[in-house]
């Protein structure tokens, strides 16, 4: 009898380690939230422009951007992004009396496929579309021309601190193909995002 | 490693197959040229040296026939293959020295040109005026790298051309002027650079395109929009119509460096500057140019009848709105006018020429009521080396419009 209560009080222990051995889940539980991300800094203009001087153009400015994302869980975040960048500014004295202006800008329209890759730290593809906007001025007045340029990409790099339970900081580095004008532009702006 | 290099290539594939339009250029001989030390020929030695010949050596790259033709001051050399040479000459005591380039007109491959004709070889008799000539032999090497002859070249003169096909009746109109900018030529698409050197390619006439400025002026562009196809990257962009002429003057330059030329001053340029005898006025913006563009036609071609040119310019009709802008104008049956729809739209507009697109095949027939009605047909735009000999050898057509002229120019001087 004493034999067979201490293999029962064994066995019951021995039961009893396994249990608290197993951890919580470590898979994550879905979040499906969206955020909203509003960026802004430094935007330069990688200079291809044939029929200008270098020293014409001016191709750094602040640029602003804005991300509207649905993260449905784990690593995925897909969304839409604009935002409004003045790609260059060209000035250019052709006759003593003739000094033209030109500005060309940007309203990117994307769609934003995001990876977060390691804790904080995203990458993102957004191809899409855009509004340019050239504006001359100088020369017989000023005129504004507007047309879609269909074939853009991008490519961001972010990192997000979490500061709260909505709020989060950080930064992006992104690097942006305008198609129709087949010209590149880099970004490095300051974050915030809010979880909704 | 195996990995590094694979990507390496697969980048590189990207970007390099992504240039587009690297102008292929034109070899040269520079301030060394023998022919600086020739004197130029006069238009009867000219007249002797054209002809027929036929290819002894270098018949692996030119075919075994070429059409030899002067134009102003450079010979012409077409091929049946595509290929085709633009050389100069003068002579030099009794020697005719030739130098120039010879280009493929379907891809990249040129190279440099030099062959001369012996005094004894016909270069007497080309000299001093002689038509009775023995013979005429070109003699010389062309290259397949810049400035570097290493292939023979020889051609012999074998028949005159038919005067037939030298009378005039037939067209070669050239494509924008002269090609396109796709086809990596020395000057780009309609501009005046282009429509100077057009001849050289055989061109007898030129099909140009035509809309309007912000500020109202008719200038030659194809595209809608200024762009990187057409134009060097520059500080404007968006629609042509958008901007003044003054606006594109100063911030537009087109692929090679022009400038977007006015249609005043290029048909100024045709009339003053050029043999060509016909042009085709594309009209880019049907609705609201005939007004502006109707007087300049008629300017031109009074001009050009009072320096006794043989020209005629066209107002080209490609839709039913530029139709209907064009008989809102006053006068329009007595404006000289290319319809291309249907043959009743023709007849509508009282059209000097009807022109259908190739793809509807030589329409025998219907270039016959042309003809009867004493009208003219013109076909657009060919380019196929095997449907331009069929069209020339069994259409009936006036003239042919093409991005290669000198194909066209091959197939017609050797019937």
């Known amino acids: 009898m004493r034999k067979k209560t201490i293999l029962i009080a064994v066995f019951c222990l021995l039961s009893v380690f396994p249990g608290y051995s197993q951890q919580s889940d470590s898979v994550p539980k879905p979040r499906n939230h969206f955020s909203l991300a509003i960026s802004t800094g430094w935007s330069h203009y990688i200079n291809s422009l044939k029929t200008v001087n270098s020293d014409e153009v001016n191709k750094d400015f602040v640029g602003v951007n804005m991300r509207f994302l649905w993260e449905p869980g784990y690593r995925l975040g897909l969304g839409l992004e604009t935002g409004f960048y003045r790609i260059f500014r060209i000035k250019k004295e052709f006759t003593p009396e003739i000094t033209g202006e030109s500005n060309l800008y940007c309203f990117p329209l994307l769609l934003v496929v995001r990876m977060r890759v390691v804790d904080h730290f995203y990458l993102s593809v957004a191809p899409g579309l855009a509004v340019l906007v050239s504006k001359i001025s100088g020369i ?48 490095l702006q300051a974050t915030c995002a809010v979880t909704l | 490693m195996n990995r590094k290099i694979f990507q390496l290539i697969w980048i590189s594939l990207v970007v390099y197959g992504c240039n587009k339009y690297e102008t292929v250029p034109v070899p040269g001989f520079g301030p060394n040229s023998i022919l600086t030390q020739t004197d130029p020929l006069g238009d009867t030695s000219k007249q002797i040296m054209t002809g027929v010949y036929q290819v002894l050596s270098g018949a692996d790259r030119f075919g075994d026939t070429v059409i030899v033709k002067w134009n102003r001051d450079k010979i012409s050399i077409f091929c049946g293959n595509g290929c085709y040479m633009i050389l100069a000459a003068g002579y030099l005591d009794s020697v005719i020295m030739i130098q120039g380039y010879w280009r493929y007109a379907f891809g990249d491959a040129t190279g440099p040109v030099t062959a001369y004709i012996g005094k004894d070889e016909g270069g007497s008799d080309i000299v001093n005026g ?245 009208r003219k047909a013109y076909c657009w735009t060919i380019d196929n080396i095997f449907f331009i000999q069929e069209f020339i050898s069994e259409g009936n057509f006036d003239g042919l419009l093409t991005n290669y002229p000198y194909v066209v120019a091959y197939y017609h001087y050797i019937r």
């Open chain 1, 140 to 187: 017989q007045g000023t005129t504004v021309s507007t047309q879609w340029s269909y074939a853009n990409f991008e490519v961001t790099a972010s990192y997000l601190y979490p500061v709260s339970r909505h709020f989060s900081f950080g930064g992006e580095a992104r690097i942006f193909l305008i198609g129709k004008v087949n010209d590149f532009m880099y970004t």
């Open chain 2, 130 to 374: 002689h038509p009775d000539f023995e013979k005429i032999i070109f003699r010389g090497g062309f290259g397949s790298t810049s400035n570097v002859l290493d292939n023979p070249l020889v051609i012999q003169y074998a028949r005159p051309i038919n005067p037939a096909m030298l009378d005039g009746s037939f067209d070669i109109v050239a494509h924008r002027s002269g090609g396109r900018t796709s086809d990596r030529l020395p000057f780009s698409e309609n501009s005046i650079p282009m429509i100077n050197y057009t001849g050289y390619f055989g061109s007898t006439g030129i099909e140009i395109d035509v809309q309007l400025t912000k500020d109202g002026i008719p200038v030659l562009y194809h595209d809608g929009d200024i762009n990187i196809r057409l134009t060097q990257k520059g500080a404007l962009s968006g629609p042509l119509a958008n901007f003044t002429y003054l606006q594109l003057y100063f911030f537009v330059r087109l692929i090679h460096g022009e400038r977007i030329p006015k249609l005043e001053d290029a048909l100024n340029f045709v009339v003053d500057s050029t043999d060509l005898r016909f042009v085709w006025l594309d009209m880019k913006d049907n609705t609201s140019s005939m007004s502006t563009v109707i007087p300049m036609q008629k300017k031109a071609l009074e001009r050009a009848k009072q320096l006794g040119r043989n020209l005629n310019i066209y107002i080209g009709l490609p839709s039913d709105a530029a139709i209907t802008d064009f008989m809102n104008q006053p006068d329009y049956l007595n404006t000289p006018s290319l319809c291309e729809l249907t043959l009743d739209d023709v007849r509508m507009v009282n059209a000097r020429i009807w022109g259908p697109r190739w793809t509807e095949g030589t329409q025998n027939a219907e270039v016959q009521q042309m003809h009867a009605e004493g």
